[in-house]
């Protein structure tokens, strides 16, 4: 069976809920359309994010990319919609008073806010290993697991750890397409404390990082590039995007294929 896209996932207000969509187009700064288009930032500037406000798991957010719809609100508490861009003042005033500090609502229409600036391209696993990392715990699937890691492309019809090919040592980057679209991947994910806890309460899983790194570790495929993994507590794919795949679509069941494995400067 060949790799095929078979999901992808954006995150309109960066470390709130995503969306499905069956295609998307890749923007200028390299992520892919409404994919954390706007965050959060308190007074000083500072995203509210996952990794500094455990409060932020508790916030229920749906967005319509047709009709800039958002609405969001504690998860078992009273949500108020806003149209985006326009509304922005007051769904900032909105979430300043859900969370009891001053916030704003920024927006970047050119590629949005991405964790890894020097790999700001959609993010990349696999189906076989969300099923294969889900099944290290006992009260996590694979659905709450994607929560958790929050990838943009989902690959169906390959292997568990299969995206582990997408990456080579430091220096080198690994060429794919996606329907012919083309990507350049660079180094598998660093997680950070998020994937450690509840997607909807933000409650600890007691040992999840320690059996992640454990597990990671006996399970690296022998394709994965061992010159990143100081640490084990990696898994996804962050990606690069070249010039001319800006404005480029992908779309679910595009067939994707690897390609050769180049200088980083190349």
């Known amino acids: 069976m060949a790799a095929t896209l078979d999901s992808v996932h954006v995150y309109p207000v960066k470390s709130l809920d995503g969306i499905e969509r069956d295609r998307t187009t890749v923007r200028e700064s390299g992520g892919l359309a409404f994919d954390r288009e706007y965050t ?32 969001v609100g504690p998860r078992d508490g009273e949500r108020e919609t806003f149209r985006l861009p326009d509304e922005r003042g007051a769904a900032s005033e909105f979430l300043t008073d859900v969370l009891g500090y001053e916030v704003r609502i920024d927006r970047d229409a050119t590629g949005g806010f991405p964790d890894d600036g020097r790999a700001s391209g959609p993010t990349v696993v696999s189906r076989a290993t969300l099923d294969a990392v889900a099944g290290w715990y006992d009260e996590i699937d694979a659905t709450e697991l994607r929560r958790r ?11 568990p750890f299969w995206e582990d090919r997408l990456y080579a040592d430091r220096e080198s980057v690994v060429r794919f397409t996606v329907g012919g679209t083309r990507f350049e991947g660079r180094n598998p994910c660093k997680r950070c404390v998020v994937p450690t806890r509840d997607p909807d309460t ?3 899983t007691p040992g999840f990082r320690e059996r992640f790194v454990s597990r ?10 061992e010159d990143w993994y100081d640490h084990y507590f990696r898994l ?15 779309a679910v069941g595009d067939e994707i294929e690897i390609g050769e494995t180049v200088d980083v400067g190349e």
């Open 40 to 71: 959060v930032r308190d007074a000083d500037g500072d995203y509210v994010n996952g990794k500094r406000e455990r409060r932020v798991h508790r916030l229920a957010s749906e967005f319509d990319p047709d009709s800039g719809r958002w609405t």
């Open 149 to 159: 890691l929050r990838p943009n492309l989902v690959v169906g019809g390959v292997e």
């Open 202 to 204: 933000g409650a600890e």
């Open 216 to 225: 990671r570790e006996t399970t690296l495929p022998e394709w994965a590039g």
């Open 236 to 250: 996804m794919v962050n990606t690069r995007v070249p010039p001319e795949t800006v404005g480029a679509r992908v």
